[in-house]
C-alpha cells in the first residue's frame, strides 16, 4: 500500500528509527458466492461482497487479461483508451457490470458484437447480446476518452488518475483504477496485463513489468509494457512525465527500470542504487522474488503526500528515503503477490511492509526492532495509535491510519517474540510462499503462524488484532 508521508506523527517516528497459492477455482468460489442470481436473472452483482467498498469488483465473472491501449496529451489532459478484457464468466450472465468513473464511453462490444451498456455511477452495466454460459470464455472490448482525474477516498486523500505539471501520477489504491480503465476493481480479482502508451515524444509513459519496446513517430512515442504475474487492478499505473530513464539488469538477471523526474533526481540516486541490495535481502528473508522486473518511478507530485507499491515497480511522489523505498519493495512480496480478499485485512500489506522497515533498520545499524517497539508502546492508551484495532478498521476511512501500520508491525512483534526468530522467519516465508500470485485472509495467517511455529499463539495474534484499546504488556 502505500505508505502516508505527511499524515501522522508515527510515520516520521518510523522514519527516523528507522503458501498453497489461492488457487484461481477458489477465487471463482469467492466471486461466485458474492454474485448470486437474483430473481431478475443471471445477472452479476455490481461488487463483490467488501464491506467496506459494496461498489468495488464485480461479481460473476473473472478478468484473465486486460490490454489498455491508451492515449494522454498532457497539454490538454485529454485521455483515449481502448480497454480489451478477456474473462471468464464464473456463473451463467445476461447482464454483468465493470466499475469505470467518469470517462465517457464511445463504443462497447462482447465477443465483437455491439453490447447494450448504461452508467450508474460508477458501475458500467454490460447486456450482452446473448446471454454469456457459465465457464465461457469472453471478450470485452470498451473505447473511450476524457479528462481524467482522481477520486477522494473516504479519508480525503486522493487516488487514480492524478494530473501532474508534466503529466500524471498513477496510483489507484484503493479505488482509482476505475478512473483509467474499466475494471473488475477490487483484489480478489487478479489478471494479467498489456499496455501500450502513446504520449508526445519528450514524455516518458511508465507502466507494469517488463518495457517490451518503444516507437516514435509523428512527434509521439508509443511505450508497449508486459506485466505477466496476475496483479489487482489497483496496482496498475501508467505514470506519465518528463523523466530521466536508467535501465540496467541486476545480477540475479532481474530487469531494473527507473524513471525519475529530474527535479527530484539528486536525492533520489542514492536511494534508488540501493534497490538491488535491498531486493536481494529482502528475498533472503521472504523468499524469491515474486516478479520478473523492477525499478522505481519517481515522479515530482507535492499534492499526492504518499507513494504506492505499484506492481514491480513503486510509483513515489517525491525522492524516497530509504525505509519507504524498503516498505514498498516488501510490498512485492506482501500486498501485490499475497493479495488481500477484503480491504478489511489491510493490516496484512501494511503491518508487514511496516515490520520490513524495522528488520531492515535492525540489520543495517540502525536501532533494533524491539527498541521501536517499546518506543510505541510506550504512549499512553489515549494515543491514536491505540485508536482502533488493526485487524478491524472499522471503515474504509481508516484503512491508511496509524494503528494499521505500527500496531499491525507491534504484532508481528509480538508473534516474534512468542515464537523465536527462527519460526517467525519460516512464518513469513511459508506465507508468501503459499500464497504467491493468490491471496491470503487474516484467519489464514494465524492458522499458519500456529502451524509453522507449533505454539498455540492465536490467542496473543487475536488480542493485538481485534482487541479494543492498548493491549496489556505481552
Ligand atoms: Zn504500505
Redesign the pocket.
Known sequence: ???PRSRTTTTTLLRREAVAAIVPVAVAALLIAAGPATAAGPTGTSGVGDPYFPLAGNGGYHVTHYGLTLGYDPGSRHLTGTAVLTARATQRLTRFDLDFNGLKVTGLTVDHVKAAYKRDGQELVITPKRALRKGERFRVTVTYNGTPGPVTDPDGSLDGWIPTDDGAFVAGEPQGAMTWFPANNHPLDKSAYDFAITVPKDRVAVANGVLLGRRTANGKTTFRWRQTEPMAAYLATATVGKFQVKQYTTRDGLKVYDAVDPREATAAAPVLNKLPSVLEWESKLFGPYPFRAAGSIVDHAPNVGYAL?TQSRPVYDSAPDLSTLV?ESA?QWFGDSVSLTSWKDIWL??GF?TYAEWLYAEQHGGDTAQKTFDALYARPATDGLWAFPPGDPGSGAHIFDTPVYARGAMTLHVLRTAVGDRAFLRILRAWAAQHRYGHGTTAQFERLAERESGKNVGPLLQTWLYGKGKPAKP
Do not use: G, K, P
Open positions: 500500500m502505500r505508505h507499491e516498505h510490498h500489506n501494511e511492509a
